[in-house]
């Protein structure tokens, strides 16, 4: 089994930034795909970004292109993104995801919440405008 914590989140001003982290443990060799989704309440789970542990290849939903950033330590087997220039729209709860592909270079492809196993509990982020 893997576990999966984040922290990081708080409530910021429009324009402000934020990162939130995600640690893993137990059977962390057991996933090469991690990712971050959101959800407004209301609202669906969204695909946020994604990142091939293999590779540091990532991808980011078009919304937060250009303003999110999502990285990873592999020594301490946490996932950061930063967030900068947030939105009031960028109001979420949001969740680390996990999972092994076959195929790392399919990570990119992997932003629906059933194609991830494991999850985190969440972390809210409240942008204020």
């Known amino acids: 089994q893997v576990q999966l914590v984040e922290s990081g989140g708080g409530s910021v001003q429009a324009g402000g930034s934020l990162r939130l982290s995600c640690a893993a443990s137990?059977?962390?060799?057991?996933?090469?795909?991690m990712g971050w989704f959101r959800q407004a309440p209301g609202e669906e789970r969204e695909w946020v970004a994604t990142?091939?542990?293999?590779?540091?290849?990532?991808s980011y939903e078009d919304s937060v292109q250009g303003r999110f950033k999502i990285s990873r330590d592999s020594a301490e087997n946490t996932m950061y993104v930063q967030m900068n220039s947030l939105k009031s729209e960028d109001t979420a709860m949001y969740y680390c995801?996990?999972?092994?592909?076959?195929?790392?270079?399919?990570?990119?492809?992997?932003?629906?919440?059933?194609?991830?196993?494991?999850w985190g509990q969440g972390t809210q982020v409240t942008v204020s405008s």
């Open positions: 990142i091939y542990t293999g590779s540091s290849s990532t």
């Open positions: 995801a996990a999972r092994w592909a076959r195929d790392g270079g399919n990570c990119h492809i992997l932003t629906s919440r059933a194609d991830y196993s494991y």
């Open positions: 137990g059977a962390t060799d057991r996933i090469n795909c």
